[in-house]
């Protein structure tokens, strides 16, 4: 992540269909996105100038605010374009790219009709979420306490702010007890994810991972599936439950920001970072970097 604070970079942030000043990106303390958590956001990596499946994070975002009631004013395709914009005006070629959406200040209350809906989008210098050092050997999670809710409770498809609190309270949690991030179950006590990322589970060749029926179902973690298929290595969407953490021979988590990253252990469950994983991580890291060809177009404009 960034050496300094967010709010200090420089550079430009598209707002609202304009280029503004980093320092310059700001919103009333009384917007309705702030307060009641009507907000929803995209993470997305760059490699090489090109935004990684930026059509379907787009498309996502749009759905994401219909499903918490509003409509973003802007296209899919003036989306897009201000991405690779912003992309441009900050001379990035490897970056993370956040686009947010929110409902503005006229209202303050439940109620916020009338409210403009804002978009912003920045761009900046990220490398991998976890450490080097700890990706190659493999990130070490606890259980979380808080669990993802049930979908008749949450508006769950979307990627939305609120639906995070309970996150960052749980990865906050495992981080001070020495662990890397923390494994969520669901309503039901079956497993979930981890508080930013996909999980998938290694036994007998095969690959296990839960069925996105009330989290997310991660762009990277489609992408890995078909990786995985590509492969002739089997994956299996089913029921996890917590008891069989101890039964599976390798783990990871997928995620933009996390990208392809091994676990060697879940509360105590230890796993190994084997072939199935490592030739993930190089099938992920070939499929998002464009090749020499893609470069040079996106390069040349």
């Given at each position: 992540?960034?050496?300094q604070?967010?709010?200090?970079?420089?550079?430009d942030?598209?707002?609202?269909?304009?280029?503004?000043?980093?320092?310059?990106?700001?919103?009333?303390v009384?917007?309705?996105g702030?307060?009641?958590?009507?907000?929803?956001?995209?993470?997305?990596?760059?490699?090489?100038?090109?935004?990684?499946?930026?059509?379907?994070?787009?498309?996502?975002l749009?759905?994401?605010?219909?499903?918490?009631?509003f409509?973003?004013?802007?296209?899919?395709?003036?989306?897009?374009?201000?991405?690779?914009?912003?992309l441009?005006?900050?001379?990035?070629?490897?970056?993370?790219?956040?686009?947010?959406?929110?409902?503005?200040s006229?209202?303050?209350?439940i109620?916020?009709?009338?409210?403009?809906?804002?978009?912003?989008?920045a761009?900046?210098?990220?490398?991998?979420?976890f450490?080097?050092?700890?990706?190659?050997?493999?990130?070490?999670?606890?259980?979380?306490?808080?669990?993802r809710?049930?979908?008749?409770?949450?508006?769950?498809?979307?990627?939305?702010?609120?639906?995070y609190?309970?996150?960052t309270?749980?990865?906050?949690?495992?981080?001070?007890?020495?662990?890397?991030?923390?494994?969520?179950?669901?309503?039901?006590?079956?497993?979930?994810?981890?508080?930013?990322?996909?999980?998938?589970?290694?036994?007998d060749?095969?690959?296990?991972?839960?069925?996105?029926?009330?989290?997310?179902?991660?762009?990277?973690?489609?992408?890995?599936?078909?990786?995985?298929k590509?492969?002739?290595?089997e994956?299996?969407?089913?029921?996890?439950m917590?008891?069989?953490?101890?039964?599976?021979?390798q783990c990871?988590?997928?995620?933009?920001?996390?990208?392809?990253?091994?676990?060697?252990?879940?509360?105590?469950?230890?796993?190994?970072?084997?072939?199935?994983?490592?030739?993930?991580?190089?099938?992920?890291?070939?499929?998002?970097?464009p090749?020499?060809?893609?470069m040079?177009?996106?390069a040349?404009g």
């Amino acid at each position: 992540m960034a050496a300094q604070p967010f709010d200090q970079l420089t550079g430009d942030i598209w707002y609202d269909g304009t280029f503004v000043p980093w320092s310059d990106a700001k919103l009333h303390v009384l917007s309705h996105g702030l307060h009641y958590g009507s907000s929803v956001f995209e993470g997305e990596r760059a490699y090489g100038g090109r935004i990684f499946k930026s059509e379907e994070h787009t498309e996502r975002l749009l759905a994401s605010a219909r499903e918490l009631g509003f409509e973003i004013p802007w296209t899919a395709e003036q989306i897009n374009a201000a991405k690779e914009e912003t992309l441009v005006r900050m001379n990035l070629t490897d970056a993370y790219i956040r686009p947010v959406a929110w409902r503005g200040s006229e209202m303050m209350g439940i109620s916020a009709q009338k409210n403009t809906i804002h978009l912003a989008i920045a761009a900046w210098e990220w490398p991998s979420y976890f450490a080097p050092e700890e990706r190659l050997k493999g990130i070490r999670l606890d259980m979380a306490d808080y669990r993802r809710p049930d979908p008749r409770t949450a508006p769950f498809k979307a990627k939305a702010a609120g639906l995070y609190m309970i996150c960052t309270i749980s990865k906050h949690a495992a981080e001070a007890k020495g662990y890397t991030d923390a494994l969520m179950l669901d309503w039901r006590g079956q497993v979930a994810e981890a508080t930013g990322a996909n999980v998938f589970f290694v036994k007998d060749g095969k690959i296990h991972t839960p069925t996105p029926d009330c989290f997310l179902n991660g762009i990277t973690r489609q992408t890995v599936i078909g990786l995985a298929k590509d492969r002739g290595i089997e994956v299996i969407e089913r029921v996890i439950m917590p008891e069989e953490l101890s039964s599976f021979e390798q783990c990871f988590v997928t995620g933009t920001a996390a990208e392809v990253t091994p676990v060697s252990e879940i509360a105590g469950n230890s796993y190994v970072v084997g072939d199935i994983i490592k030739t993930l991580m190089e099938d992920y890291d070939a499929a998002v970097r464009p090749q020499v060809g893609e470069m040079k177009t996106a390069a040349t404009g």
